[in-house]
């Protein structure tokens, strides 16, 4: 049923593998990379170029056409676009949940799909369905499921939980069920050993060898400000604009028993108010409010009750049981209670709800509950 396969390469190992496992296995694979950021910028640097250099080397080492498609102006308007105006009202996004939603699995998707011939596209995350890792168990009736990568440490479904199921159902992760040390030792057995041995891309692609701050600074104007102690509402320390800083952070600033770290931004008064210690109350809380979710699939329990699930907002940091409770009839916001408080829940970041090894949706943080400190009261 799927015979061709347009796979994205991006000049990594996983999509190496990924490729290297769909050709193994007979498919009519077209190569396609990925451009989504201008590199003649201002000052920074993005690997897509060298990345381009080794999507090239790879499918000719595999003997599989390439396509390089364009979505830099699509990735502006509907990713960076709003990250700076994010950062702007002092929002911290999250721009590769944005892409994946937006551009990977949406423009791409359908590009494959319709202009490029696929019966499916591939990609090298490290996640899984229950269609199976090359769509083996499909079934046009069935409901497809976001299902956790077997290495635990670098499943990919928190940033895959936007995008549709209309995506999902046509999208093959065929070293979903791989751990990375199998990934790379599978890279070097069969000859594809520099993308094993490649150093791995971290952080934002577009930010380059810059710091954040740096980075940032060439797109919102810096407006200084104070640094405020929440709780004695001493000045201790100027900042040099909102955006530079998020919910969380620690504060570099000299001479304090003990260190600050980002409590509360006031964007109205230019302030930002600090807390004591990691440890401190105020930077903890155990409830949220999100804004409507995307959900891959919709939870019934939620349509007349309470869904009991698992939580994060962090993709590196342990699941976390919950409750959600929707807050009006059509579900346009819901109320998320936690079993066990967690620091510095950030606005813009995202809610991603889990059960069962499946990851359902998520939803953009709208604001947390009142820090521990007041709920201890």
């Not at 891309?201 to 407006?223: L, N, T, W």
Request: glycine fraction near 8%; proline fraction near 4%; charged fraction near 20%.
């Amino acid at each position: 049923m799927f015979r061709k396969v347009v796979v994205g390469i991006s000049g990594g190992v996983d999509s190496a593998v990924t490729a290297y496992l769909l050709k193994k296995k007979g498919y009519k694979i077209q190569g396609a990379f990925m451009k989504n950021w201008d590199l003649i910028d201002e000052s920074g640097y993005c690997s897509g170029e060298q990345d381009w250099i080794d999507a090239q080397k790879l499918c000719r080492q595999l003997n599989i056409p390439l396509q390089q498609v364009n979505f830099v102006k699509e990735y502006w308007l509907e990713v960076f676009g709003n990250f700076l105006a994010d950062y702007n009202i002092g929002v911290t996004p999250n721009p590769d949940i944005l892409c994946n939603k937006h551009i990977k699995f949406n423009l791409f998707f359908k590009q494959a799909r319709e202009k490029m011939g696929a019966d499916a596209i591939a990609t090298g995350h490290y996640a899984r369905t229950n269609f199976g890792p090359f769509l083996e168990n499909y079934d046009a009736k069935s409901k497809v499921h976001l299902l956790t990568g077997l290495d635990e440490i670098k499943d990919q479904t928190f940033f895959l939980s936007q995008i549709s199921s209309e995506a999902l159902r046509y999208t093959m992760f065929p070293i979903g069920g791989m751990r990375k040390a199998a990934v790379k030792q599978l890279a070097i057995d069969v000859g594809l050993s520099w993308f094993a041995k490649k150093k791995e891309s971290m952080g934002i692609c577009f930010v380059g060898k810059r710091s954040f701050q740096d980075f940032i600074a060439e797109y919102i104007e810096s407006k200084p400000g104070d640094f405020v102690d929440f709780n004695t509402g001493k000045v201790v320390g100027r900042h040099k604009g909102i955006h530079h800083w998020t919910v969380g952070q620690k504060a570099k600033i000299g001479g304090c028993l003990r260190p600050y770290y980002i409590f509360q931004k006031d964007v109205h008064n230019n302030v930002i108010y600090l807390a004591s210690g990691i440890d401190n109350p105020l930077l903890m809380t155990d409830m949220l409010y999100v804004e409507k979710p995307v959900w891959i699939n919709m939870p019934t329990q939620l349509e007349n009750d309470v869904w009991n699930c698992e939580f994060r907002f962090q993709h590196t940091k342990p699941l976390v049981p919950c409750s959600i409770i929707a807050t009006d009839d059509r579900g346009d916001h819901l109320f998320v209670k936690l079993d066990v408080p967690l620091t510095a829940i950030t606005p813009g970041q995202y809610a991603v709800f889990y059960k069962h090894g499946e990851c359902f949706g998520s939803a953009r943080i709208i604001k947390p509950g009142p820090s521990m400190v007041y709920s201890q009261r």
